[in-house]
C-alpha cells in the first residue's frame, strides 16, 4: 500500500444510513409529483371544469348570439318617433374565415386579403373596413362581426352570386333605426351609434354580443335597459373545417320594450316653428304628473346622421355652425332667469316674513343700500311710485325686489330657492342635464376666492348676477307653483309596454317634496299677481292675455347679456345681436285647475313681454284649444313699455 494514502471503511451502519437518507429524498421527490399530478386534476376535472368543457365543445359546437329587435318610441298619442327599418348586411365570423394563402395557417392577413377580394365584388369604403377592423378585434372570433349596413338590391344581388367564394362572411336581414320626423325633438329622443369600448363598460358583454348599435344620448341612452331586450343563442354543430352542419339548439332573443313618451308631437312641431330662425328654446310640462309636453332646443340636428357613424363632413358642419345645434339648450343651457322667478321671491320673502301682502315700498325708479350712493335702477327709470307684492309682481318693479331681497338675506333666500329646485338637477330621465347655479356666500369664496357683498344679494333679488337656471328648471319651478307648492319631478317617459297589442304600462308621478308656506293663501296670492300679470289693465304681458279663452298665470323676463355703465343708456339698435338682452317667459294655465306649464327663452331676442310672451300664448291656445296652426302675419303684438336698464336691472 502506497505510503500515505487514506483506506475508508464503511461498516454496515453507515451504508444503511446512507441508504434511508436517499430513499426519504426519493419518497420526498415521488410525494411533490403526485401531488402536483392531484392538483392538476383538481384543475381539470373540477375547478376548471365547464372552461375545458366549453373549449372541448367549441371542437363541434358554435354558439351564434341572436341580437333582440330594439323597442320602439312613441309619443302619448301613439305618433311614431324612433322606428326600425329592415336592411341587409354583411357579417364576417372570423374563425370561419378559411386560409386565403394555401400555407395551412389562419392569420390576420387572411381577413385583409379576404375583404380586399370582397371589395371586387361589393364596395367597401375605408370607413367601413376601419369600423370593422377595430370591432372585430374585439369579439371573439366566433361571434359575427358587422362589416357593412344599408346594401343596395344591387349588391345584395352580387354578393348572393358569388357567396360561396366567401365562407365566414353572412348575408343577414338585420333593423336599422330610423328616425322619421328628422330635427323634431331630436335634443329629446336622441340617436343610436356603433357599440364602442365605452359602451361595453356600462353594460352587460354577453347580453351584446352580436349587438351592433346602443343609445347615445337623449331617451335612447337614458331607457338603454329597456330599449335593448336580451339576446338570444342559437348553438351550431360544425365540422372539422367549420363549416355548419346543424342547429343543435335555439334560445330566441327577447325584443326591447316599447316606450311611450308625455311628448305630444304636435305640441313639439309648434314649438320648434314658433323659435324657427332664433336661437333659444321651449320647455312645456304636465305640472299635475310632470310628463314633457314638449322641449325644443333650436337650432337643432338629424340624428339619422349618426346612426351609421356620422361623415367627417358633416359632423364639422355641426360642429362649427354658430347656433350650435347639438347643443341641448333647454336642459343644458345655463341663463339669468331675470323677473320670470320674482313669484317664487315673494313666496320665499313672505315665508320668512321679510314681507307681507299689504306691504307697500316706494320705487323712485332705483333702490340704495344703507348708507351707499350706489343706484341699482329700476327698468322703468321713472320709477313706479307706490308698490304692493301683487302690484310689483304684476308692474315687474325692480326696486321692490331689490328691497325684498336685501331684507331676506342671501342665506335664506338662496334656501327657498333650492326648494323649487334651483341649483341642483331636477332628474329628469335623460342624459347631461346641468345643475345651473344658486348663488351662495361660500360658493363665491370657493369659486372667485372673494367675499360676498351686500349688492350681491341686491342682484339676485330680480334673478340677475350670479344666479343661472335652465329652461328646464324655470317650467319646473313654474309647474311646481301651478301645484301649489307640490314639486314632481320632471320626466320623458310616460309608459312602457313589451308588445304593439299589448296594453302600456303607465308611470306614477314622482312626488320630490311640499315646499312649506307661512299660510296657504300666499299660494293664492302669488298666482293672483301672476294673472295680474296677464289679464289686468296693468300687468306687463297684458297683450298676450288678451281675448284668452282661458286664464293665465304667466310672467315675463328680461336677462341682460353683459353688464351696462351706471349711468349708460341701453339701446339695443347699436349693439350687435349677440348682445340684446335675452327674453324670458313662464306660464301656467288654466290658473284655476293647470294642465300646462312653460318656460320660454330667445336668446338676444330683448324685450320679454314683446318677443318670450307672445310666443308662451301661442304655446297655451296649442296645447288648450287645439290651435295648431300659426297666427296670419300682422297678428303679433307691440309693447311700447320703455326699455331703459342699466347695472343690476332688466327690462320688461
Excluded at 187 to 194: A, D, L, W
Excluded at 533 to 558: C, E, L, N, Q, W
Amino acid at each position: 500500500m502506497p505510503q500515505g494514502e487514506r483506506i475508508s471503511i464503511k461498516t454496515e451502519r453507515d451504508e444503511l444510513h446512507l441508504f434511508r437518507s436517499r430513499a426519504v429524498v426519493a419518497a420526498t421527490l415521488v410525494l411533490l409529483a403526485l401531488l402536483a399530478i392531484v392538483g392538476r386534476l383538481y384543475i381539470l376535472q373540477i375547478q376548471g371544469h365547464q372552461e375545458y368543457t366549453d373549449l372541448s365543445q367549441q371542437n363541434y359546437q358554435r354558439s351564434i348570439p341572436i341580437p333582440p329587435i330594439r323597442g320602439l318610441i312613441y309619443d302619448r298619442n301613439g305618433v311614431q318617433v324612433a322606428d326600425n327599418h329592415a336592411q341587409y348586411v354583411l357579417e364576417v365570423v372570423r374563425d370561419i374565415v378559411p386560409d386565403q394563402n394555401n400555407d395551412g395557417k389562419k392569420r390576420w392577413a387572411d381577413v385583409t386579403l379576404m375583404l380586399e377580394r370582397l371589395g371586387k365584388i361589393v364596395p367597401l369604403s375605408e370607413k367601413e373596413i376601419r369600423i370593422f377592423t377595430q370591432q372585430v378585434q374585439r369579439r371573439s372570433r366566433y361571434q359575427p362581426t358587422l362589416l357593412k349596413e344599408n346594401m343596395t338590391d344591387e349588391e345584395v344581388a352580387r354578393f348572393a352570386v358569388n357567396k360561396l367564394r366567401f365562407p365566414g362572411v353572412n348575408l343577414e336581414r338585420r333593423m336599422q333605426r330610423f328616425y322619421p320626423h328628422e330635427t323634431i325633438a331630436s335634443h329629446v329622443i336622441g340617436y343610436v351609434g356603433r357599440v364602442d369600448e365605452r359602451d361595453l363598460k356600462r353594460v352587460d358583454p354577453k347580453n351584446y354580443a352580436g349587438t351592433s348599435h346602443i343609445g347615445k344620448i337623449g331617451i335612447e341612452a337614458a331607457h338603454e335597459d329597456l330599449l335593448h331586450g336580451t339576446t338570444g343563442y342559437k348553438m351550431i354543430e360544425v365540422d372539422a373545417h367549420g363549416k355548419h352542419q346543424d342547429m343543435l339548439s335555439e334560445e330566441k332573443p327577447v325584443g326591447g320594450q316599447d316606450l311611450i313618451l308625455g311628448l305630444d308631437m304636435r305640441l313639439q312641431i309648434k314649438a320648434e316653428n314658433l323659435l324657427e330662425g332664433e336661437r333659444g328654446a321651449i320647455v312645456a310640462l304636465d305640472p299635475r304628473s310632470g310628463e314633457l309636453l314638449a322641449m325644443a332646443s333650436v337650432p337643432a340636428f338629424d340624428p339619422n346622421l349618426f346612426v351609421d357613424g356620422i361623415s367627417h363632413k358633416n359632423y364639422k358642419e355641426l360642429r362649427d355652425n354658430p347656433g350650435r345645434p347639438l347643443y341641448n339648450r333647454a336642459l343644458q343651457g345655463t341663463y339669468p332667469p331675470g323677473s320670470t322667478v320674482k313669484p317664487m321671491i315673494s313666496l320665499a320673502g313672505l315665508y320668512e316674513k321679510a314681507t307681507w301682502p299689504g306691504r307697500r315700498v316706494y320705487d323712485p325708479g332705483f333702490f340704495q343700500l344703507p348708507g351707499h350712493r350706489h343706484r341699482y335702477r329700476c327698468w322703468k327709470k321713472v320709477g313706479h311710485g307706490s308698490m304692493d307684492m301683487n302690484q310689483a309682481i304684476a308692474k315687474s318693479c325692480d326696486t321692490y325686489f331689490y328691497d325684498l331681497a336685501y331684507r331676506m338675506g342671501v342665506d335664506k333666500f338662496a334656501s327657498y330657492m333650492n326648494l323649487f329646485g334651483f341649483g341642483e338637477r331636477t332628474g329628469i330621465d335623460l342624459t347631461s342635464e346641468s345643475s345651473g347655479l344658486m348663488p351662495t356666500p361660500e360658493w363665491k369664496s370657493r369659486r372667485h376666492k372673494q367675499i360676498w357683498y351686500p349688492g350681491d344679494t341686491v342682484n339676485i333679488g330680480i334673478g340677475q348676477g350670479y344666479w343661472l337656471a335652465t329652461p328646464l328648471q324655470l317650467a319646473h319651478a313654474t309647474a311646481t307653483l301651478a301645484m301649489r307648492g307640490k314639486r314632481i319631478r320632471p320626466r320623458v317617459l310616460r309608459g312602457v309596454r313589451a308588445a304593439k297589442d299589448e296594453p302600456e304600462r303607465l308611470l306614477e308621478p314622482e312626488v320630490i317634496a311640499h315646499i312649506p308656506s307661512q299660510n296657504p293663501k300666499d299660494w293664492e296670492r302669488v298666482v293672483d299677481a301672476m294673472v295680474n300679470v296677464m289679464h289686468s289693465p296693468y300687468g306687463t304681458a297684458r297683450r298676450s292675455g288678451k281675448d284668452a279663452k282661458f286664464t293665465i298665470a304667466g310672467k315675463t323676463g328680461t336677462a341682460q347679456v353683459f353688464g351696462i355703465a351706471q349711468n349708460a343708456r341701453y339701446d339695443a339698435s347699436r349693439l350687435a345681436k349677440r348682445l340684446h338682452d335675452h327674453s324670458l317667459y313662464v306660464a301656467f294655465a288654466p290658473a284655476e285647475n293647470p294642465r300646462i306649464a312653460v318656460a320660454i327663452i330667445v336668446e338676444n331676442g330683448g324685450s320679454g313681454s314683446k318677443v318670450a310672451a307672445p310666443t308662451g300664448r301661442q304655446m297655451l291656445d296649442a296645447y288648450l284649444l287645439d290651435k295648431y296652426e300659426s297666427p296670419k302675419e300682422g297678428e303679433g303684438e307691440e309693447e311700447g313699455t320703455e326699455l331703459q336698464v342699466s347695472q343690476g336691472s332688466v327690462a320688461q
